[in-house]
Structures are given as structure tokens and as C-alpha cells.
């Protein structure tokens, strides 16, 4: 095809990169800056024009809800209407493949390649996702912090089950996919060893003079061991190589995680963490409205006149993701449609705006329906309602509003987060109690727990185990302060005593944002508030907290003799306590220690 120079009025091309199955990708500055986009193939040999899209869409909605330090990143989804085709952009990362490499490279720099792409790979199978194509271009190297190389598994456009199972690169194909046989992670570790066997040796030895002979020879050649050819491997890492390359995927080394944990107890290895960096993007307890909005859509897609739907909510309940998801489907279903904040390429027939956007244009004096105005979408909070109905009566508007997730739900949230069939009682009333409901705070409290490595592991795997038989210390997660603060408006049958502990937790997040002084005051009334909202067992241990809370204030003030007191304080408060928590006590032994 010819290079376009601009894709949807507001990607400048400024390179053509390369093609694959499903598309061509090209280098462009946009809106987020440089950006690699990739435009959709017409026509995919061996797909209908239906499933085309499907897979496309897939594509784009796997990345979207991955975030792993070796996943490619997403941008935005769109589509292009002069060209007639979908395109999404993702992160543009400054490297090379790698098939640049070569058999030259550093021993260190592939094993550490190989331990990043096994991360990549480990987290994608914890999240049922296959890959279907790794091959060197699939895999670029980029500089990572203080120099290192860092590795981003790139191009999912096979990745949907009705074209991972038998697609792929010959030169790396595993065996079970030749013979039609079923595929899972364990092909995707069979294409990977092909790849680093090849880089480590120099050669791949599966490749031959035609396609018929590489395929026969993925069926029926073992090859030798890779210190056979290259002396100076290491042992382990041949043999892991060896267990990932076995013919048989039932004799093969079951896990990308397996071969982590190879690694680190047979070549004592040392393994990095490379834990997801964010929650994916769910709509528990939303299906029904967003089913609503989708049937809105269709309509739009369809004609008539010009219409409008209002998503409304108080803050925290998800509007804004719920927003951003029907952009994206109203781009699949080819509506001209024009996001939050984006500034019009041509007249849309379907706009949308965040509540911020519409909170200023609702507030308007003239905010009324002008003649020939398209179709809305819009986020806004309950108190504006009554006015955006009134000025927009003429589109007659529909109105989905969203509500706190029942305990159920939020049950179903945390399974579908942690892949845990099983979600621990106290974890669960803990969370809910914080949330109550809300899926904005819920979302925090888990993205706080996501830094622990000894609750989510480099995989994406979450181990409940530690929630048995205690809820999480909510109080000590970094969780931001704007977030607790929303998680304290209005009482909402909320227990007063729940509210305390709320409040603690804000005054010791703005502490943390170095706001010492606002912190102080409201440590100050929530002492006052101590007994009339606590019985005297438990008032010792909040007091305790509080005293603790306070000291760590003096000590950033560099107030040490105050905060001593405080500490000591709060140590012998606890004594009077039947039961106190052991981190508590531990950790102001060591504040009065010091």
C-alpha cells in the first residue's frame, strides 16, 4: 500500500515500520506524542471480514487491560474514514529487535532477556492469554533504568483463540500446532527457546531450505544441547532450554513461571521483580448498563435523530472508564465520534464529554440544544441531573445511573482481579467496608496491594493466603488522600467508629504528602472525638494509632523529644490491649528504640 501521511486527521506518519498478519505499523506523532500505530489489514487470509475485526478488537482489548513492565502499552483506538480501516496506537519504544542482536551479543544481556520475556510470558498465561507468534521481531530490546536492557513483548495480532491455537511464524513453530493439536502457554515456551537457541548458538536449528523440511524438522530433529555449540552457556540454561524445546507438550517444562523458579533453584539466578504495574479494567456489576449504552450506540450507528445518554454518578463509581469504554465501541461500530477534550477534525456525530467538560457547559447560560448538534455521551454527578435534562429535552435523553457494587459484587470484583476462586472473608469485609462500593477506592486499595511482592508475585499472581485470618492494614497503604477523602462524603449508614479510622487514614496520607500541619489539626479533633465514639477496649488500641500517627509527624518536624513521648505512649497503651496488632508493636519498638 502507499505510506499515508496522516491516519484520522491527527496522526502525522512519520515512518513505515513494518507489517504482520493483521496489519501494517507505522511511527507517528499524535495527541500523546510519538506513538507506534497499527492500521488494520482489508482483508486477512483465512478470516471472514467479521472475525477480521473481531480479532482486531481483541487484540486491542487485551492490551488495554494489560499493564506488565514487559507488555507493550496502549494508547487509543480509532478509526480512520477515508482509509476505511481501525487502527490503534500504542507506546513507541526507542529499540531494536531481537534479531538485531545476534549470536554476538553479551551472555549476561540474553540471559537476562530471557528472564524478562519469561516475566512478560508469565504474566500474560496468568491472565489466560496466549501469544501465538514469538519470534525476534516480536520482541524488542530497549535501555531500561540505569542502562540496563529492558524487553517489550510486542504485536498480539494472533493472540484471539480461534487463530492462536494455529498461527504462527514457521521457524518457531511448535510442534502441536503443526499437527492441529491443541495449543496453550507451553507453546508459546517452545517459540521462546527457539528464539534465545538461535540467539545464543548463532543458528536456528529447526530452519531448512523450504517450509515443508522446518516444519518436518520441528516434528522429528532434537537438537543438541546449546553448550554443545557454544561452550562457555551455562549448563542450566542449556537445560532449561532443552526442557522447553521437548516435542511432546506433556513433557515439557509446564510454566513460564516453572521456568523462573528453574532457574532460581537449580542456577541459583537471581530473579528481579517485574510486577504488573496496574489493575485491568472491569465492569462488574455495570453489565446491564453497559449493555444499555451498547444498544444506545447501535442506535446512533443506524441514523435517526440526534440523541443523548447520560451517565450518572457520584464520584468514584466509574463513570469516566465506563465513558472511555463506549468511545472505543463506538469507534469499532465506524461512528464518527469525538472524545473528551479532543478537538474536532470534522463535524461528529457523536460527541463525548467528561464530567468535568460537561459540569462547564451544563453551568452555561445558553447551554441548550443547538440545530444540527450530534449525539452526546456524558459523564455527571447526581446534583447536575435536573438541569442537564431540562436543557437537553430536545435530544430526548436516557439516563443510566450507576450505583455502589453490593457486597456480591464486590466479591465477583476481587475473583475476576485475583484470579482467586476464593476471596478471604476478612479481606472481603475489609474492602468493602473501606469502599462501600465504590469501584474508584476499591481500585486504589487494590493498586496499593499490588506492590507487595509477597502478595502479587512478577506473574500477576495474587496470594490470598495472608487475608485468612486478618483484612489487610488498610491504615498503612499508601492510598491517596483525595481517595479517602471521597470515601468520607456523606454518612451513607456508615458505622462512626469506620469513619474515625477513615479519617486517621486521611490524616496519615496527607502526612505523606507533606502537608504536616493540616495533619496535626485533624489528628487533634479526632482525639476529641476518642471517647464519645469508642468503648474503652477499643479506644485504647485507636488511641494507640493515633499516638503513633502523630509521633511520625514530629519526627518529619524534627520534634524527636515529642515524638518519643508519643511512641512510648502509644507502646504502653498497647500493653493494656488484649489483643494488638504485631506490626504495630513492632514497629514502635523500633521508633522507641531509635
Request: glycine share 6%.
Amino acid at each position: 500500500m502507499n505510506t499515508p501521511r496522516l491516519i484520522d486527521g491527527r496522526y502525522r506518519v512519520l515512518a513505515e515500520l513494518g507489517s504482520g498478519i493483521s496489519g501494517e505499523v507505522f511511527k507517528v506523532e499524535g495527541p500523546e506524542g510519538v506513538s507506534a500505530l497499527k492500521l488494520l489489514r482489508h482483508e486477512i487470509e483465512g478470516l471472514a471480514d467479521e472475525e477480521r475485526i473481531t480479532t482486531f478488537k481483541f487484540e486491542f482489548s487485551l492490551l488495554k487491560g494489560l499493564q506488565h513492565p514487559n507488555i507493550v502499552r496502549i494508547h487509543d483506538f480509532g478509526y480512520d474514514e477515508v482509509l476505511r480501516r481501525f487502527y490503534f496506537t500504542q507506546e513507541w519504544i526507542e529499540g531494536e529487535s531481537l534479531a538485531r542482536l545476534g549470536a554476538n551479543a553479551d551472555l549476561k544481556t540474553l540471559e537476562n532477556l530471557v528472564i524478562q520475556a519469561l516475566q512478560g510470558l508469565s504474566y500474560l498465561h496468568a491472565h489466560d492469554v496466549l501469544h501465538g507468534d514469538l519470534k525476534p521481531e516480536n520482541l524488542l530490546v530497549t535501555a531500561g533504568p540505569e542502562k540496563s536492557s529492558q524487553l517489550k513483548i510486542i504485536d498480539f495480532g494472533i493472540s484471539h483463540p480461534s487463530v492462536a491455537a494455529s498461527g504462527g511464524t514457521a521457524p518457531y513453530l511448535a510442534p502441536e500446532k503443526i499437527l492441529k493439536e491443541a495449543a496453550d502457554g507451553r507453546s508459546d515456551l517452545y517459540s521462546l527457546a527457539v528464539v534465545f537457541y538461535s540467539l545464543l548458538t548463532g543458528e536456528n536449528p529447526f530452519l531448512r531450505k523450504n517450509l515443508f523440511a522446518t516444519l518436518g524438522a520441528h516434528l522429528h530433529f532434537v537438537p543438541p544441547p546449546a553448550t554443545v555449540l557454544r561452550k562457555e552457556i551455562d549448563p542450566v540454561w542449556s537445560s532449561l532450554l532443552d526442557r522447553m524445546l521437548a516435542k511432546n507438550p506433556r513433557q515439557r517444562i509446564a510454566s513460564a513461571e516453572d521456568c523462573l523458579k528453574f532457574l532460581e533453584t537449580e542456577g541459583e539466578v537471581p530473579i528481579a521483580a517485574a510486577r504488573p504495574k496496574a489493575l485491568a479494567e472491569l465492569f462488574v456489576g455495570r453489565e446491564e448498563l453497559v449493555q444499555k449504552a451498547k444498544a444506545f450506540l447501535d442506535q446512533r450507528k443506524t441514523g435517526g435523530p440526534p440523541r443523548a445518554l447520560l451517565l450518572v454518578g457520584e464520584k468514584g463509581l466509574g463513570k469516566s472508564l465506563l465513558l472511555r469504554e463506549l468511545k472505543y465501541e463506538a469507534e469499532l461500530r465506524e461512528i464518527e465520534a469525538l472524545g473528551p477534550e479532543e478537538n474536532p477534525r470534522r463535524p461528529p456525530s457523536l460527541r463525548f464529554f467528561s464530567r468535568e467538560e460537561f459540569s462547564h457547559r451544563n453551568s452555561r447560560e445558553k447551554s441548550s440544544v443547538e440545530e444540527g448538534a450530534p449525539s452526546l455521551v456524558a459523564a455527571l454527578n447526581p446534583e447536575h441531573e435536573e438541569v442537564a435534562l431540562r436543557n437537553l429535552a430536545p435530544l430526548q435523553p436516557e439516563v443510566l445511573r450507576l450505583r455502589p457494587l453490593t457486597l456480591a459484587e464486590t466479591e465477583k470484583y476481587l475473583r475476576e482481579t485475583t484470579r482467586n476462586a476464593k476471596i478471604p472473608e476478612p479481606l472481603l469485609r475489609g474492602l468493602f467496608q473501606f469502599s462501600r462500593g465504590y469501584p474508584g477506592p476499591l481500585r486504589e486499595a487494590l493498586q496499593s496491594l499490588l506492590k507487595d511482592p509477597l502478595i502479587v508475585d512478577s506473574s500477576g499472581k495474587w496470594n490470598l493466603a495472608v487475608f485468612r485470618e486478618a483484612a489487610p492494614e488498610l491504615e498503612r497503604l499508601h492510598i491517596a488522600e483525595d481517595t479517602l477523602a471521597h470515601a468520607l462524603e456523606g454518612e451513607m449508614g456508615v458505622d462512626p467508629r469506620e469513619h474515625w479510622r477513615l479519617e486517621l487514614r486521611r490524616a496519615e496520607a496527607i502526612a505523606r504528602e507533606s502537608r504536616l500541619d493540616p495533619a496535626l489539626s485533624l489528628l487533634t479533633r479526632l482525639e476529641t472525638e476518642l471517647a464519645k465514639t469508642f468503648e474503652r477496649p477499643e479506644r485504647l488500641l485507636e488511641r494507640a494509632r493515633l499516638l503513633e500517627a502523630r509521633g511520625w509527624i514530629y519526627t518529619k518536624q524534627a520534634r524527636f523529644q515529642e515524638a518519643r513521648e508519643d511512641f512510648a505512649s502509644s507502646l504502653s497503651l498497647l500493653n493494656e490491649c488484649e489483643s494488638a496488632p504485631p506490626g504495630l508493636e513492632l514497629r514502635l519498638k523500633n521508633f522507641v528504640a531509635f
